[in-house]
DNA sequence: CCAAAAACATACTACTTAGTATGTTTTTGG
DNA sequence: CCAAAAACATACTAAGTAGTATGTTTTTGG
């Protein structure tokens, strides 16, 4: 039960990279099997059908990424208002994996998805909602640490920094440039400092 | 050479309203001639393909809408900064045409068809980039009017805001409520003041 | 009124799709 | 080592897809 578990891993992975570049429905199982040189019988052996897949790449694969890429930069006990914009900075800038003409896989999904797939809602929900909590704890300690204004609305302003942020990935499929992502950093910097 | 215009606008009218709904790749052109009762070959006698089609409610359809409901109220010589928290509210709490389950038209077609396909990339920048040079405009003449601070970046705090309409589109289709959209447009009031 | 072009209708094709049926090979525990 | 289950392979199906071929009807200008 070891090189079963690494095919299925594989297909995900696999899977993953097409449908982050080509999204979800116009990538086909058989692109699927074809590029991972898995054949049917075994992408059928390890998922009952395509969402299923669809759902443990959310589950299995983006979950542990948001983890480590989204949520644990915010937890390193840095300034408040520096750790969001150095995250920013990283996810847009410099994270090799996100390209910018592909924008935020999390993103992508939630529109092609989410409409018409209510377990896809569900499980896209879960995974966005942990990194907004885990920000708005980010923001609430710097209230109680006095680096942040008490005035100000956490979740508010969390949701307002996350939504740029997804947006800005919208600007950049278009413009597949990473300059507009200088003007979002900048001017969130500014917003940032305003919380002060 | 009226019928025929009026058979193929309502073509583009119920085919918009599929592919809000549902998505451009998964609204099928079957689907289109039967919520139309147009039959196939009226369709391809007004499109060549479906993409053509596609191309058309955008320019069409999209570019006049987005003059009336996004331009428009950034040019009534109201103060800017007003202004655009205005049209925000209203485009996301009262507009009754865009549903909040449902997200941005302009955004949903850019998350769907920009990856792979120029034409389409080509007519959303068009359209998008519109919007962002009318809010430049709004926000440059506040800084000659004084209402806003010279040295505020107009390109920057405009990519900044529209990035936030983008991703809070995003969320509302996540949690389908538009409570979500109270917090972004709270922080966005706020926000705008600062640029005072 | 009437031909010619415009506007539409119907039946079809070639292809892709998710999923299944039915195998064979490989791994695993006793 | 060896049966039984797990893991994979191949060939197929049924339904959907965009698009076409070939009609018929309707409109239009002279």
């Known amino acids: 039960m ?24 116009t990538t086909s199982i058989d692109d699927i099997i074809a590029t991972t040189k ?5 992408f059928y ?14 589950n299995d694969l983006l979950k542990p990424t948001l983890a480590d890429s989204f949520i644990g930069p915010l937890q390193t006990g840095a300034d408040p208002l520096t750790a969001i ?3 920013m900075y990283n996810l847009l800038m ?13 993103a992508n999904l939630t529109h092609e998805m989410t409409s018409w797939n ?20 980010l923001i609430e300690r710097g209230k109680t640490d006095g680096v942040i204004r008490k005035d100000v609305n956490a ?9 740029g942020y997804w947006g800005i990935r919208n600007f950049g499929k278009l413009e597949r440039s990473k300059e507009v992502y200088l003007s979002y950093l900048n ?7 305003t919380l002060r």
């Open 38 to 42: 898995v054949t049917k019988g075994a």
């Open 118 to 137: 209510a377990d896809f809602n569900k499980a896209l929900n879960e995974l966005t909602q942990q990194w907004i909590d885990a920000m708005i704890d």
């Open 85 to 87: 914009y150095d995250l």
């Open 2 to 25: 070891k090189k079963a578990e690494a095919t299925r891993l594989t297909i995900l992975e696999k899977a993953f990279e097409l449908i982050y570049v080509k999204g979800y429905q």
């Open 45 to 58: 052996y390890h998922f009952k059908n395509k969402d299923e897949m669809g759902l443990s790449i959310i």
């Open 187 to 193: 001017e969130l910097k500014k917003y940032l400092e």
């Open 155 to 163: 979740r508010q302003a969390t949701m307002f920094v996350m939504s």
């Open 94 to 106: 410099e994270n090799e994996f996100l390209k910018v003409e592909h924008g935020c896989p999390a």
